[in-house]
């Protein structure tokens, strides 16, 4: 079994795609949208293969990281000094950085980001 693809509820679709590209290098699928009930989604695809989708919908209501179900998302960009380097380009770029770099108790070296909608991103070592 694999995980086939995570999903993210976002409130600014196309925001988020030029994020995700930008620093993840991602390949974006065309934007999809169901003319009935208004949702659209990009699907985001990885060098690995794996695929974050990106969803939206009119009337979404206001959410806080705190509710149930999602808690990160984790993006292996290669070694330490990889994700040293990836840190710095996001934090020149204004994106904060809520902890690390740093090797946690269960021998991750990780550090965690925030995307432009607030959503957790750990980025860490393969």
């Not at 993840?24 to 934007?31: D, G, H, M, P, Q």
């Not at 695929?51 to 149930?68: G, N």
């Not at 990780?110 to 995307?115: K, L, N, T, Y």
Request: aromatic share 12%; net charge negative; hydrophobic share 35%.
């Amino acid at each position: 079994m694999k995980i086939e693809h995570i999903a993210l509820w976002t409130r600014d679709i196309e925001k988020m795609k030029t994020f995700y590209e930008k620093y993840f290098n991602v390949k974006s699928t065309e934007l999809y949208v169901n003319p009935k009930t208004k949702f659209c989604s990009y699907f985001l695809i990885f060098e690995s293969g794996s695929r974050l989708e990106l969803t939206s919908k009119p009337f979404l209501s206001d959410r806080s990281v705190d509710t149930a179900g999602y808690t990160h998302l984790a993006i292996s960009v290669g070694t330490k000094a990889d994700v040293d380097t990836f840190i710095k380009t996001i934090l020149s770029a204004g994106y904060p950085l809520l902890n690390g770099p740093r090797t946690t108790g269960d021998g991750y070296y990780e550090a965690v980001i925030q995307d432009p909608e607030g959503n957790l991103i750990e980025i860490t070592t393969d």
